[in-house]
């Protein structure tokens, strides 16, 4: 492979060709040394960049949870809506993410627990966010901070039980979300 100084760009490429070859091989079944003869680098070189087959997975899995979340920041953050209609919009979103970089990886039958692994880390990134909206939604009340930090923890991460309602049920767990949030919102 031809020599290269950047190391954001060395990285990205390292990172590239190991989710092709988790992709095609599974993430049990390809080593440290398959990535460096993919690239036709050494393996050192891949462990200049990642301490770890698994270090760089997590890297993938904190990317692609982000590039997933970044398309919601705006409808959640969209103040011509009511915050219910937002943190609605919020679940639809994180049921049915867009189709991402490495989305048929991380949606192919069989690795089910790496789709949870992301599931996880997106809710992670979108609850800063989601207690933010909350802050302003419960200024001026006498909710606390630690009321509303919670509120935002079981709004974000009671979504991943929805997730895997079958469509059948969608419906039912759609409306059920949205009782839910009258009541955590007070707008019963």
Partial sequence: MKRVSDPEIRKRQILDAAMKLFYEKGYENTSMADIAKEMDITKGLCYRYY????????SVIEEYAGECCEGFLPALQDRSKD???RLTGLLAGMIHPEEGKYHDFFHKPG???IHDLITVTMCR?????VETELQDHF???DRSADEISMTAQ???FGQIGLQHVNSRQADAAAAHYGMMLDRLLGQE
């Avoid at 301490?51 to 997590?58: G, H, P, T, V």
């Fill in 51 to 58: 301490e770890s087959k698994q270090a760089l997975f997590q």
């Fill in 83 to 85: 915050i219910k209609e």
């Fill in 111 to 113: 690795n089910e627990m």
């Fill in 125 to 129: 990134y979108m609850l800063p966010h």
């Fill in 139 to 141: 200024k001026g009340t």
């Fill in 154 to 156: 079981y709004l974000v």
